[in-house]
DNA sequence: CTAAAACCTGACGTCAACGTGAGATACAAG
DNA sequence: CTTGTATCTCACGTTGACGTCAGGTTTTAG
């Protein structure tokens, strides 16, 4: 597959798989011509770099841990990292949902008050 | 109080509080020689401010919504913005915990597997 | 064979929330 | 009064994950 259907069946643009790969996110094959040539499971790859993105960790944590995700071993200074950036995502959900409480109150308390034409 | 007992008792830094103010988040009043005098209850704002930002709010987004967190009331345009902010913030924590509970695998398989020596 | 797409490699631009001096002023302590 | 610490206003630097433009090559459609 190459780098454009990738990234449409993926939902990231093309510059930013370029970008993983300029990172030691992912690789790609290369045809004759020098063009990126992807396998199938890419997808599922780009897929879980979005996810840990998104969780807020940064690409050289997510280049150091992809290796445990993939293999399902590491060793104990990676499994020290994967739990510290586990209870990371549990903190940041925390004050999210915090956040989200507040947010909750104030709606509830607007509506309450009822709005207020511009 | 002045600014840096506002940054120990808030946690935040200096720079952070006048950037604040920079951005009409958060006002203070001026004594003869200029310097900033803060009332008490700036350091709830100050907290709620931060607890927007850690739920992934612009400033330029917690500016437009700071009025009716405080007043209670709101247009029905800022009606519409604090529940799509809402509704973002519960995303985003959707987003977090697919990640944890990725984590959370990865984490179960390693240790299930035996952690590798260095 | 040819024109349009898609792709390639640099390399500079962006944006937010501050960090970090520089140089000057204000205020508390002795 | 003087030293020391806190604060002031510029104003440039930082960082991460890309966006975007330039100039050239490869692939695909016809």
Redesign the interface.
Same mark, same amino acid.
């Given at each position: 597959m190459r780098i454009g259907q990738l990234a449409k069946r993926s939902g990231v643009s093309v510059r930013a798989l370029r970008y993983y790969e300029e990172q030691n996110l992912l690789e790609s094959a290369r045809t004759s011509g020098g063009q990126r040539d992807y396998p199938e499971d890419a997808l599922d790859r780009v897929q879980?770099i979005q /996810?840990?993105f998104?969780?807020?960790l940064s690409s050289r944590t997510v280049v150091e841990?992809l290796p445990? +995700?993939s293999t399902?071993? !590491?060793?104990?200074?990676?499994?020290g990292q994967?739990?510290t950036?586990?209870d990371r &995502?549990?903190e940041? &959900?925390q004050?999210?949902?915090?956040?989200?409480s507040?947010? /909750?109150r +104030? &709606?509830e308390?607007?509506?309450a008050?009822g709005? +207020?034409? !511009?």
């Amino acid at each position: 597959m190459r780098i454009g259907q990738l990234a449409k069946r993926s939902g990231v643009s093309v510059r930013a798989l370029r970008y993983y790969e300029e990172q030691n996110l992912l690789e790609s094959a290369r045809t004759s011509g020098g063009q990126r040539d992807y396998p199938e499971d890419a997808l599922d790859r780009v897929q879980l770099i979005q /996810d840990l993105f998104a969780a807020g960790l940064s690409s050289r944590t997510v280049v150091e841990l992809l290796p445990c +995700v993939s293999t399902g071993t !590491a060793t104990p200074d990676m499994l020290g990292q994967l739990t510290t950036e586990r209870d990371r &995502i549990a903190e940041r &959900i925390q004050d999210l949902s915090r956040a989200k409480s507040k947010l /909750d109150r +104030v &709606i509830e308390d607007v509506v309450a008050a009822g709005v +207020v034409k !511009a």
